[in-house]
């Protein structure tokens, strides 16, 4: 694989987690598997392995846009990000409610409601329930 590939998939690992990167990996087939080293490469080793903004601000901006544009289905995934790139709850919040302004109360209205049952997991899960 390239450089850019590893680089790509130790950011991925930093924000995402091991474990989440693990059940992608072992998912990966011959289908999709050029699909992943995409993502990996552009989004995980270019994109994200920038130092020009910090991973604070890029997973802030990564939620308004997932909001913005009604890619629901990754938001739980990077509100569980958020614990590793220093993203806070107010943070998300402001963030959404941009999208509400720019975007629609509707998509910004869904997303807060993805935000509020993953919190609510996360904290289940710090307290082993």
């Known amino acids: 694989m390239s450089d850019r590939y590893e680089q790509g998939l130790d950011v991925?690992?930093?924000?995402?987690?091991?474990?989440?990167?693990?059940?992608?990996?072992?998912?990966?087939?011959?289908?999709?598997?050029?699909?992943?080293?995409?993502?990996?490469?552009?989004?995980?080793?270019?994109?994200?392995?920038?130092?020009?903004?910090s991973a604070r601000e890029r997973s802030m901006l990564t939620l308004a846009l997932l909001a913005a544009l009604g890619n629901f289905e990754e938001i739980a995934m990077h509100i569980r990000a958020t614990s590793r790139t220093g993203a806070t709850k107010q943070d998300v919040l402001e963030a959404f409610q941009h999208v509400a302004i720019y975007a629609g109360v509707p998509r910004a209205n869904q997303a807060l409601k993805i935000a509020k049952d993953t919190y609510a997991d996360m904290e289940r899960e710090e307290a082993g329930d």
């Open 12 to 53: 991925r690992r930093s924000v995402l987690g091991d474990a989440h990167v693990d059940r992608a990996e072992a998912a990966k087939t011959d289908l999709d598997a050029p699909f992943q080293t995409l993502i990996t490469e552009a989004a995980w080793g270019t994109v994200w392995a920038s130092d020009g903004i």
